[in-house]
Each structure stands twice: as structure tokens, then as C-alpha cells.
């Protein structure tokens, strides 16, 4: 009924940037928070970042000041700019969308395969 598929990810150098893009397609009738959560190899999944359908955004303390969260809603996408990255942001970044699909209001939890996103020099 409804996929998301990210891009974007990559290896980059400390200090480099990335910006990461999840798109959501199939039967849309609205879409609630979007956002994107992380998970490091041998740590459990966090929420980097999420933005709501009425604008509110938050942010995981760790990112502050360096990753920006945006929407589109024309487009059904969601995007992360990756700024000063780190090699602690090193993870597999998944993108998460609360979606109705049928008009009734009722938001289901959808979610990206992954994109891995390496910061190494």
C-alpha cells in the first residue's frame, strides 16, 4: 500500500556533509510526523529527528545545531541535512512516516529499508 524508499547515504570524511531523502509512494491520503531514526552496529535503534505534519521539529541531542529536518509535502518527502558529521554518526539511517492511506484518519507506521551512512577518513 504505501512505500518509502531513502537515498543519499554514503562514506564521507569527518567534518563532510550528506543529505538524505525519503520519498513515500502508493495510496496517500494524508501524512502525519515524519522522521528519521539511526542504528549504530551493536546499539539499539534512536530517533535522530522528526518533524510533525503541523511544523513542530526535534531534534536528538547528539545532532543539535548539525542536522536539519524538512519536509515537502507535494511530494510526500522527507529529507536530512548531515552537517559536521561525525564518525559516532556513523548507522543505518531509516526514515519512519505516519500515513493514512485510506482517508480514515487512521495513521499507520510505515518505514525505509535503510540507507548506511559512514563517516571515515
Known amino acids: 500500500q504505501v512505500q518509502l524508499v531513502e537515498s543519499g547515504g554514503g562514506l564521507v570524511q569527518p567534518g563532510g556533509s550528506l543529505r538524505l531523502s525519503c520519498a513515500a509512494s502508493?495510496?496517500?491520503?494524508?501524512?502525519?510526523?515524519m522522521a528519521w531514526y539511526r542504528q549504530a552496529p551493536g546499539k539499539e535503534r534512536e530517533l535522530v529527528a522528526v518533524?510533525?505534519?503541523?511544523?513542530?521539529?526535534k531534534y536528538a541531542d547528539s545532532v543539535k545545531g548539525r542536522f536539519t529536518i524538512s519536509r515537502d509535502n507535494a511530494k510526500n518527502t522527507v529529507y536530512l541535512q548531515m552537517n559536521s558529521l561525525k564518525p559516532e554518526d556513523t548507522a543505518v539511517y531509516y526514515c519512519?512516516?505516519?500515513?493514512?492511506?485510506?482517508?480514515?484518519?487512521?495513521?499507520?507506521?510505515?518505514w525505509g529499508k535503510g540507507t548506511l551512512v559512514t563517516i571515515s577518513s
Open positions: 519512519n512516516q505516519k500515513v493514512d492511506y485510506d482517508g480514515s484518519y487512521y495513521y499507520g507506521d510505515y
Open positions: 518533524v510533525t505534519s503541523g511544523g513542530t521539529i
Open positions: 502508493g495510496s496517500i491520503r494524508r501524512i502525519g510526523a
